[in-house]
């Protein structure tokens, strides 16, 4: 029985709302704690916003299928640990750098309010590095666990 692309893309879409849940929960209070200023707010601030910003990649993005467009170019055999690997590198390229960018940008704006004398760019790049390990690590993990728990319960169940 072929699946129907409708009730796939739903699922897929659902994943990465889970997935962006997991990665903005995470990523946010990494951020906070790295930076050494952890507030309470200011992460439920970063924390909202990296959730806003993950399903709107989420929802632009068909991950499944540039997952499995990369996979397909690569070589990969479906399901395999390089396959597995790839999808999370895909994911992580696309979800991490956007994430990280906002909340850093939300962190410089605060801290040169404040009379930081901080630079854009070493803060960006120092967090990116950790975002995209942290983001590598937590995806491939999570990103399994959260297509198992979509397919059995149903794209349409809450």
């Given amino acids: 029985m072929q699946p129907n692309p409708e009730m796939m893309k739903k699922a897929g879409r659902k994943i ?3 997935m962006g849940l997991i990665l903005s929960f995470f990523q946010s209070l990494s951020g906070q704690l790295f930076s050494g200023h952890f507030s309470f707010p200011s992460w439920l601030l970063s924390l909202a916003l990296s959730i806003a910003v993950s399903w709107l990649i989420g929802y632009i993005v068909p991950m499944g299928k540039v ?5 397909t170019s ?3 055999e479906p ?3 390089k396959a ?4 999370t590198l895909v994911s992580d390229l696309i979800f991490s750098p956007v994430i990280t960018l906002v909340n850093v940008l939300l962190a410089y704006r605060g801290a040169v309010s404040q009379g930081a004398p901080v630079r854009f760019l070493p ?3 120092s967090s990116l590095g950790i975002s995209l390990a942290l983001g590598f690590v937590l995806i491939f993990i999570f990103q399994p666990l959260c297509k198992k ?7 349409d169940r809450p």
């Avoid at 728990?149 to 794209?155: S, Y």
Wanted: charged share 20%; aromatic share 10%.
């Fill in 84 to 87: 597995r690997l790839l999808e």
């Fill in 67 to 71: 997952s499995q467009n990369v996979c």
């Fill in 123 to 125: 803060m960006f790049l």
């Fill in 74 to 76: 690569f070589r990969c």
């Fill in 79 to 81: 399901r395999s640990l």
């Fill in 149 to 155: 728990w979509v397919l059995k319960n149903g794209p």
């Fill in 16 to 18: 990465s709302m889970l």
